[in-house]
């Protein structure tokens, strides 16, 4: 079975510059959440989504940050525009149901800006 | 007080020996906990569930307290390739799949 799938794994790019962060989900899963790890602060929850519908988007840092799920198999996380202090590992994962809090996560995608 | 606190390590031993982690949590409403391990430059992954009456798998056992609210993780006979950090995971209080993850206790298991 596939699991979560997320691309790209790597990115480099210039502050200032749109980036983009994908993330496709395990099939059946209606959890989606999408963290930023770094070695200061650990794993840190950005925004999940049930159902395609977001949640909770309090870990936000700022309104350069935005995030969709237009259907249930996709979902983007985009920075507009990047800083250097958003250098991070960002890693998406889904979870699915009744009775499960467990979350499988993707690769990560290892995002430095310049 | 933070919401999951681990003892970041590392722990440094060898072969062979029994190494325990513990993790106190501050939710006392929390339902559901886990043990996850994440390799270096890799993703967390579910190493297991814990139970309120205490579980095993293989060399791991895992204990609960909810009087005190901690978690704990027992390695018992160490390999090399449990060589890891291990995070310590509760979720939020009446929040169905949302988890809070600890900063992780590193282990480092030395021939």
């Known amino acids: 079975d596939a699991g979560v799938i997320q691309s790209p794994r790597h990115e480099v790019t210039e502050m200032g510059q749109e980036v983009t962060l994908r993330c496709k989900p395990i099939?059946?899963?209606?959890?989606l959440f999408w963290y930023r790890q770094t070695m200061m602060r650990g794993l840190e929850l950005l925004i999940y989504?049930?159902?395609?519908?977001?949640?909770?988007d309090s870990g936000m840092p700022e309104d350069r940050f935005s995030a969709k799920m237009p259907n249930a198999s996709f979902s983007t996380l985009k920075i507009q525009p990047s800083e250097p202090r958003d250098s991070a590992v960002y890693f998406c994962?889904?979870?699915?149901?009744?009775?499960?809090?467990?979350?499988?996560f993707g690769p990560g995608t290892r995002l430095t800006v310049l | 007080r933070k919401e999951v606190e681990q003892d970041p390590g590392p722990f440094n031993v060898p072969e062979g020996a029994t190494v325990a982690f513990n993790c106190t949590y501050s939710?006392?409403?929390?339902?559901?906990f886990f043990w996850y391990r994440q390799d270096c430059r890799k993703e967390p992954k579910l190493l297991m569930s814990?139970?309120?009456s205490g579980n095993e798998d293989g060399r791991f056992t895992a204990q609960l307290n909810r009087a005190s609210q901690y978690i704990s993780l027992l390695i018992r006979d160490s390999k090399l390739s449990d060589s890891a950090t291990y995070l310590c995971?509760?979720?939020?209080?009446?929040?169905?799949?949302?988890?809070?993850f600890g900063k992780g206790t590193k282990l480092s298991v030395k021939p």
């Open positions: 994962a889904s979870s699915g149901g009744i009775g499960t809090d467990t979350q499988y």
């Open positions: 099939s059946g899963h209606d959890y």
């Open positions: 989504f049930n159902n395609n519908v977001p949640i909770d």
């Open positions: 939710n006392s409403a929390s339902q559901s």
């Open positions: 814990v139970y309120s």
């Open positions: 995971v509760v979720n939020r209080r009446g929040s169905q799949g949302n988890l809070i």
